[in-house]
Protein backbone atom coordinates (compact mmCIF):
# COMPACT_ATOMS: atom_id res chain seq x y z
CA UNK A 1 0.00 0.00 0.00
CA UNK A 2 1.71 3.40 -0.64
CA UNK A 3 0.76 6.53 0.74
CA UNK A 4 -2.03 7.72 -1.22
CA UNK A 5 -3.94 4.28 -0.64
CA UNK A 6 -2.95 4.96 3.12
CA UNK A 7 -4.83 8.17 3.40
CA UNK A 8 -7.77 7.04 1.53
CA UNK A 9 -8.14 4.17 3.57
CA UNK A 10 -8.22 5.74 6.89
CA UNK A 11 -10.25 8.21 5.32
CA UNK A 12 -12.89 5.41 4.51
CA UNK A 13 -12.20 4.09 8.45
CA UNK A 14 -13.27 7.60 9.72
CA UNK A 15 -15.88 8.89 7.59
CA UNK A 16 -18.58 8.09 9.86
CA UNK A 17 -17.08 10.38 12.50
CA UNK A 18 -15.64 13.23 9.75
CA UNK A 19 -19.22 13.34 8.08
CA UNK A 20 -20.83 14.09 11.86
CA UNK A 21 -18.59 16.37 12.67
CA UNK A 22 -18.29 18.28 9.17
CA UNK A 23 -14.33 18.12 9.55
CA UNK A 24 -11.05 16.50 6.86
CA UNK A 25 -9.76 14.57 9.92
CA UNK A 26 -11.90 12.77 12.78
CA UNK A 27 -9.71 13.89 15.53
CA UNK A 28 -10.88 15.76 18.69
CA UNK A 29 -9.65 17.84 21.09
CA UNK A 30 -9.94 17.00 24.58
CA UNK A 31 -11.90 19.68 26.27
CA UNK A 32 -9.48 20.67 29.05
CA UNK A 33 -10.16 23.55 31.87
CA UNK A 34 -8.49 26.54 30.82
CA UNK A 35 -6.21 24.63 28.01
CA UNK A 36 -9.34 24.44 25.24
CA UNK A 37 -9.54 27.94 25.32
CA UNK A 38 -10.70 29.94 21.91
CA UNK A 39 -6.87 29.73 20.70
CA UNK A 40 -6.16 26.06 20.95
CA UNK A 41 -9.86 24.97 19.76
CA UNK A 42 -9.74 27.27 16.28
CA UNK A 43 -6.07 26.08 15.84
CA UNK A 44 -7.11 22.34 16.39
CA UNK A 45 -10.03 23.08 13.84
CA UNK A 46 -8.20 25.09 11.46
CA UNK A 47 -5.66 22.45 10.72
CA UNK A 48 -8.93 20.18 9.87
CA UNK A 49 -9.74 18.22 13.46
CA UNK A 50 -12.61 18.87 15.64
CA UNK A 51 -12.14 21.76 18.54
CA UNK A 52 -13.93 22.16 21.47
CA UNK A 53 -14.63 24.83 23.87
CA UNK A 54 -14.28 23.62 27.46
CA UNK A 55 -16.85 25.22 29.39
CA UNK A 56 -15.97 24.09 32.97
CA UNK A 57 -17.76 26.56 35.66
CA UNK A 58 -18.25 29.70 32.94
CA UNK A 59 -21.03 31.83 33.19
CA UNK A 60 -23.14 32.12 30.17
CA UNK A 61 -21.62 35.42 29.44
CA UNK A 62 -18.09 33.82 29.93
CA UNK A 63 -19.40 31.28 27.38
CA UNK A 64 -20.65 33.82 24.83
CA UNK A 65 -18.20 35.92 24.51
CA UNK A 66 -15.94 32.74 24.23
CA UNK A 67 -17.81 31.26 21.56
CA UNK A 68 -17.92 34.57 19.26
CA UNK A 69 -13.89 34.65 20.13
CA UNK A 70 -12.78 31.58 18.72
CA UNK A 71 -15.23 32.15 15.90
CA UNK A 72 -13.25 35.35 15.33
CA UNK A 73 -10.32 33.05 14.60
CA UNK A 74 -12.29 29.83 12.57
CA UNK A 75 -14.40 30.04 9.95
CA UNK A 76 -14.33 25.98 10.75
CA UNK A 77 -16.83 23.75 12.37
CA UNK A 78 -16.13 23.65 16.57
CA UNK A 79 -17.93 22.33 19.35
CA UNK A 80 -18.53 23.14 23.12
CA UNK A 81 -18.41 20.83 25.86
CA UNK A 82 -20.61 21.67 28.69
CA UNK A 83 -20.47 19.51 32.73
CA UNK A 84 -24.17 18.28 33.08
CA UNK A 85 -23.78 19.33 36.95
CA UNK A 86 -23.45 23.08 36.13
CA UNK A 87 -26.18 24.71 38.19
CA UNK A 88 -27.05 26.63 34.86
CA UNK A 89 -27.03 24.02 32.42
CA UNK A 90 -29.73 24.71 30.14
CA UNK A 91 -28.60 28.78 29.78
CA UNK A 92 -25.41 27.37 28.47
CA UNK A 93 -27.24 25.40 26.01
CA UNK A 94 -29.30 28.37 25.26
CA UNK A 95 -26.37 30.28 24.69
CA UNK A 96 -25.07 27.90 22.56
CA UNK A 97 -28.32 28.02 20.27
CA UNK A 98 -28.61 31.60 20.05
CA UNK A 99 -25.06 31.40 19.16
CA UNK A 100 -25.41 28.48 16.67
CA UNK A 101 -22.64 26.43 18.01
CA UNK A 102 -22.70 23.55 15.36
CA UNK A 103 -22.04 20.58 17.77
CA UNK A 104 -23.10 20.19 22.18
CA UNK A 105 -20.92 17.75 24.04
CA UNK A 106 -22.30 16.80 27.60
CA UNK A 107 -20.24 15.53 29.70
CA UNK A 108 -19.33 14.78 33.61
CA UNK A 109 -22.62 12.20 33.97
CA UNK A 110 -25.52 11.25 32.98
CA UNK A 111 -27.39 14.52 30.91
CA UNK A 112 -31.17 14.58 31.72
CA UNK A 113 -32.91 13.87 29.10
CA UNK A 114 -34.87 17.72 28.83
CA UNK A 115 -31.66 19.42 28.10
CA UNK A 116 -31.06 16.17 25.35
CA UNK A 117 -34.26 17.49 23.72
CA UNK A 118 -33.51 21.42 23.63
CA UNK A 119 -30.56 20.88 22.30
CA UNK A 120 -31.89 18.31 19.93
CA UNK A 121 -34.75 21.26 19.68
CA UNK A 122 -31.61 23.90 18.81
CA UNK A 123 -31.01 21.63 15.77
CA UNK A 124 -26.88 21.44 17.48
CA UNK A 125 -25.07 17.73 17.40
CA UNK A 126 -25.45 16.15 20.48
CA UNK A 127 -22.39 13.76 22.00
CA UNK A 128 -22.65 12.22 25.63
CA UNK A 129 -20.17 10.20 27.71
CA UNK A 130 -20.30 6.55 27.78
CA UNK A 131 -18.10 4.64 30.13
CA UNK A 132 -20.52 1.86 30.25
CA UNK A 133 -21.95 -0.19 27.47
CA UNK A 134 -25.99 0.31 29.22
CA UNK A 135 -25.08 4.10 29.68
CA UNK A 136 -24.27 3.78 26.06
CA UNK A 137 -27.59 2.36 24.91
CA UNK A 138 -29.19 5.18 26.87
CA UNK A 139 -27.27 7.79 25.77
CA UNK A 140 -28.85 6.56 22.10
CA UNK A 141 -32.49 6.22 22.85
CA UNK A 142 -32.57 9.42 24.28
CA UNK A 143 -31.23 10.79 20.90
CA UNK A 144 -27.47 11.16 21.43
CA UNK A 145 -25.80 11.77 17.46
CA UNK A 146 -22.81 11.03 18.65
CA UNK A 147 -20.01 8.87 21.50
CA UNK A 148 -17.51 9.22 23.30
CA UNK A 149 -15.75 6.57 25.20
CA UNK A 150 -12.98 7.66 27.72
CA UNK A 151 -10.49 4.89 29.17
CA UNK A 152 -8.67 5.68 32.68
CA UNK A 153 -5.61 6.43 31.19
CA UNK A 154 -6.93 10.12 30.33
CA UNK A 155 -5.71 13.03 32.64
CA UNK A 156 -8.45 14.93 34.90
CA UNK A 157 -11.40 13.46 36.78
CA UNK A 158 -11.54 9.55 35.29
CA UNK A 159 -13.87 6.64 35.40
CA UNK A 160 -11.87 2.54 36.63
CA UNK A 161 -12.29 1.11 33.12
CA UNK A 162 -9.28 0.97 30.73
CA UNK A 163 -9.71 2.28 27.01
CA UNK A 164 -8.91 -0.92 25.45
CA UNK A 165 -11.60 -2.38 27.36
CA UNK A 166 -14.30 -0.10 26.83
CA UNK A 167 -13.48 -0.46 23.48
CA UNK A 168 -13.83 -3.80 23.07
CA UNK A 169 -17.79 -3.65 25.51
CA UNK A 170 -19.12 -1.03 23.47
CA UNK A 171 -17.49 -0.83 19.75
CA UNK A 172 -19.58 -3.87 18.48
CA UNK A 173 -22.71 -3.28 20.21
CA UNK A 174 -23.47 0.62 19.32
CA UNK A 175 -23.66 0.75 15.75
CA UNK A 176 -26.33 3.14 15.75
CA UNK A 177 -23.79 6.13 16.02
CA UNK A 178 -20.63 7.05 15.45
CA UNK A 179 -18.38 6.40 18.49
CA UNK A 180 -15.31 8.25 19.19
CA UNK A 181 -12.72 6.52 21.57
CA UNK A 182 -10.46 8.77 24.27
CA UNK A 183 -8.33 7.70 27.02
CA UNK A 184 -4.57 7.34 26.91
CA UNK A 185 -3.99 7.93 22.93
CA UNK A 186 -0.80 9.32 21.61
CA UNK A 187 0.41 8.07 18.67
CA UNK A 188 -1.33 7.66 15.18
CA UNK A 189 -1.00 3.70 15.16
CA UNK A 190 -3.24 3.95 18.02
CA UNK A 191 -5.68 5.90 16.39
CA UNK A 192 -5.40 3.43 13.23
CA UNK A 193 -6.36 0.24 15.70
CA UNK A 194 -9.26 2.27 16.96
CA UNK A 195 -10.68 3.08 13.63
CA UNK A 196 -9.96 -0.73 12.78
CA UNK A 197 -12.23 -1.66 15.53
CA UNK A 198 -15.11 0.25 14.08
CA UNK A 199 -14.19 3.51 16.33
CA UNK A 200 -15.67 6.77 14.12
CA UNK A 201 -12.49 8.50 15.27
CA UNK A 202 -10.73 9.51 18.19
CA UNK A 203 -10.25 12.19 20.81
CA UNK A 204 -6.92 13.58 22.34
CA UNK A 205 -6.48 16.16 25.07
CA UNK A 206 -2.87 15.83 26.48
CA UNK A 207 -0.87 15.97 23.64
CA UNK A 208 -2.49 18.93 22.69
CA UNK A 209 -1.58 20.54 26.16
CA UNK A 210 2.04 21.89 24.93
CA UNK A 211 0.79 22.93 21.29
CA UNK A 212 2.23 26.20 20.38
CA UNK A 213 -1.41 28.13 20.44
CA UNK A 214 -2.16 26.27 23.67
CA UNK A 215 -2.17 29.31 26.38
CA UNK A 216 -0.82 26.99 29.24
CA UNK A 217 2.18 28.28 31.54
CA UNK A 218 5.34 27.32 30.41
CA UNK A 219 5.76 25.97 33.32
CA UNK A 220 2.71 23.53 32.98
CA UNK A 221 3.99 22.64 29.49
CA UNK A 222 7.49 22.15 30.65
CA UNK A 223 6.00 19.26 33.65
CA UNK A 224 4.25 18.11 30.63
CA UNK A 225 7.66 17.66 28.36
CA UNK A 226 9.55 15.83 31.46
CA UNK A 227 6.55 13.64 32.68
CA UNK A 228 6.23 9.99 31.95
CA UNK A 229 3.29 7.79 31.87
CA UNK A 230 4.01 7.17 35.37
CA UNK A 231 4.33 9.95 36.79
CA UNK A 232 0.02 10.68 35.63
CA UNK A 233 -1.80 9.15 38.67
CA UNK A 234 -5.00 9.30 39.95
CA UNK A 235 -5.58 11.15 43.14
CA UNK A 236 -5.78 8.79 46.46
CA UNK A 237 -8.67 8.41 48.50
CA UNK A 238 -7.97 7.67 52.57
CA UNK A 239 -11.34 6.63 53.60
CA UNK A 240 -14.37 5.54 51.81
CA UNK A 241 -16.65 7.36 54.60
CA UNK A 242 -14.94 10.21 52.36
CA UNK A 243 -15.74 9.45 49.03
CA UNK A 244 -12.78 11.58 46.61
CA UNK A 245 -13.50 11.41 42.53
CA UNK A 246 -10.12 10.21 41.08
CA UNK A 247 -8.45 12.57 39.15
CA UNK A 248 -5.21 11.71 37.18
CA UNK A 249 -2.24 14.26 37.47
CA UNK A 250 1.01 14.62 37.64
CA UNK A 251 2.59 13.97 40.81
CA UNK A 252 3.76 17.06 43.05
CA UNK A 253 3.70 18.40 46.56
CA UNK A 254 0.00 19.16 46.03
CA UNK A 255 -0.81 15.60 45.59
CA UNK A 256 0.76 14.86 48.90
CA UNK A 257 -0.71 17.30 50.81
CA UNK A 258 -3.82 16.60 49.44
CA UNK A 259 -3.23 12.80 51.13
CA UNK A 260 -2.14 14.65 54.50
CA UNK A 261 -4.91 16.94 54.41
CA UNK A 262 -7.55 14.09 54.15
CA UNK A 263 -5.93 12.40 57.14
CA UNK A 264 -6.05 15.33 59.39
CA UNK A 265 -9.81 16.40 58.48
CA UNK A 266 -10.97 12.86 58.59
CA UNK A 267 -8.44 12.99 62.65
CA UNK A 268 -10.65 15.95 63.37
CA UNK A 269 -14.01 14.35 62.11
CA UNK A 270 -12.94 11.28 64.58
CA UNK A 271 -12.27 13.31 67.45
CA UNK A 272 -15.32 15.42 67.73
CA UNK A 273 -13.73 18.61 66.14
CA UNK A 274 -16.33 18.80 62.95
CA UNK A 275 -18.87 16.63 61.48
CA UNK A 276 -18.65 14.64 58.32
CA UNK A 277 -20.66 16.93 56.24
CA UNK A 278 -17.91 19.94 56.91
CA UNK A 279 -15.29 16.97 57.01
CA UNK A 280 -16.51 15.86 53.30
CA UNK A 281 -16.45 19.72 51.56
CA UNK A 282 -12.61 20.75 53.48
CA UNK A 283 -11.78 17.46 51.60
CA UNK A 284 -13.35 18.37 48.31
CA UNK A 285 -12.36 22.37 48.59
CA UNK A 286 -8.69 21.70 48.93
CA UNK A 287 -8.30 21.40 45.17
CA UNK A 288 -10.53 24.62 44.31
CA UNK A 289 -8.28 26.69 41.95
CA UNK A 290 -6.07 24.34 42.15
CA UNK A 291 -5.64 23.76 38.03
CA UNK A 292 -6.22 27.08 37.77
CA UNK A 293 -3.14 28.08 39.73
CA UNK A 294 -1.36 24.87 37.60
CA UNK A 295 -2.24 26.01 33.65
CA UNK A 296 -2.03 29.68 34.28
CA UNK A 297 -0.01 31.07 37.21
CA UNK A 298 2.22 27.92 36.54
CA UNK A 299 2.50 27.12 39.84
CA UNK A 300 2.94 23.18 39.32
CA UNK A 301 3.66 22.35 43.32
CA UNK A 302 0.77 24.04 44.63
CA UNK A 303 -1.31 23.43 41.27
CA UNK A 304 -2.81 20.63 39.77
CA UNK A 305 -1.31 19.36 37.16
CA UNK A 306 -3.99 16.91 35.11
CA UNK A 307 -2.27 15.05 32.31
CA UNK A 308 -3.19 11.69 30.71
CA UNK A 309 -0.89 8.56 30.92
CA UNK A 310 -0.18 9.39 27.04
CA UNK A 311 2.19 12.42 28.56
CA UNK A 312 4.93 10.18 27.85
CA UNK A 313 4.60 11.10 24.43
CA UNK A 314 4.91 14.64 24.26
CA UNK A 315 8.14 15.13 23.31
CA UNK A 316 7.95 18.46 22.13
CA UNK A 317 6.33 21.75 21.28
CA UNK A 318 4.51 21.85 18.02
CA UNK A 319 1.70 23.85 16.42
CA UNK A 320 -1.61 22.05 16.66
CA UNK A 321 -1.60 21.22 13.24
CA UNK A 322 1.73 19.12 13.04
CA UNK A 323 0.31 17.40 15.68
CA UNK A 324 -2.20 16.09 13.87
CA UNK A 325 -0.12 15.92 10.65
CA UNK A 326 2.56 13.70 13.03
CA UNK A 327 -0.73 11.62 14.13
CA UNK A 328 -1.77 11.27 9.98
CA UNK A 329 1.47 9.95 9.01
CA UNK A 330 2.06 7.18 11.66
CA UNK A 331 -1.30 5.69 10.89
CA UNK A 332 -0.25 6.43 7.34
CA UNK A 333 2.91 4.64 7.87
CA UNK A 334 1.42 1.42 10.09
CA UNK A 335 -0.93 0.79 7.08
CA UNK A 336 2.26 0.89 4.14
CA UNK A 337 4.54 -0.88 6.28
CA UNK A 338 1.60 -4.21 6.49
Known amino acids: ?30 AMTWVSERNLVAAISNAGGFGVIACGSMT ?24 VMHPDLMDLVEVCGEEQVGCIVLAGGIPP ?28 RDGADGLIIEGTEAG ?27 GGIGRGEAILSYLEMGAAGCQLGTR ?25 MPSVQVDPRFPVI ?18 SVIERWRSGEIDQKSAQLEIEHFWAGALRRAVIDGDIEGG ?14 QPAAS ?15 R
Open 1 to 30: MDKLAAQEQIKHLSSRGRELLGVEHSILGG
Open 60 to 83: TELLRSEIRATKALTSKPFGVNLI
Open 113 to 140: RAVMRRVKELGATLIGFAPALGIARKLV
Open 156 to 182: GHIGPVATSVLAQEILPNIPEVPVFVA
Open 208 to 232: FVCSEESIAHANFKEAFLKGAARDA
Open 246 to 263: PVRALQNEAQKRFIETQH
Open 304 to 317: SLMAGQSVGMVNAL
Open 323 to 337: IIAELLDQAEDALIK
